[in-house]
């Protein structure tokens, strides 16, 4: 099985800063990709940052600037860096990984179990 951790979570208030941090184990050949997603109340899933296994990286327009995503190869984990954090980044964040359990397949995608960001005002 495939398991993804994630860890960092929790209240703080606007302007502060929370870094969470997501390790992908268990059956791992290749990771294409790893990422952060949100969903908040009454809005569909988003994407937040991801990072390529080269080091590429990709953010929403509403993060850019303030959130910074990072990994780590050797321990399969990726971390979010977030920054000046506003009432509207409330939302259960979501760890993915893009990733091949044996070789010659095809990449599928694993999810962690969601962790809150709460952010007051």
């Known amino acids: 099985q495939v398991q993804l951790v994630e860890s960092g979570g929790g209240l703080v208030q606007a302007g502060g800063s929370l870094r969470l941090s997501c390790a992908a184990s268990?059956?791992?050949?290749?990771?294409?990709?790893m990422g952060w997603y949100r969903q908040a109340p009454g809005k569909q899933r988003e994407l937040v940052a991801t990072i390529t296994s080269v080091g590429n990286t990709n953010y929403a327009d509403s993060v850019r600037g303030r959130f910074t995503i990072s990994r780590d190869v050797a321990k399969n984990t990726v971390y979010l860096q977030m920054n000046s954090l506003k009432p509207e980044d409330t939302a259960v964040y979501y760890c993915?990984?893009?990733?091949?359990?044996?070789?010659?397949?095809?990449?599928?995608?694993?999810w962690g179990q969601g962790t809150q960001v709460t952010v007051s005002s």
């Open positions: 268990g059956r791992i050949f290749s990771i294409n990709s």
């Open positions: 993915n990984a893009l990733l091949k359990e044996v070789p010659n397949v095809r990449w599928l995608a694993y």
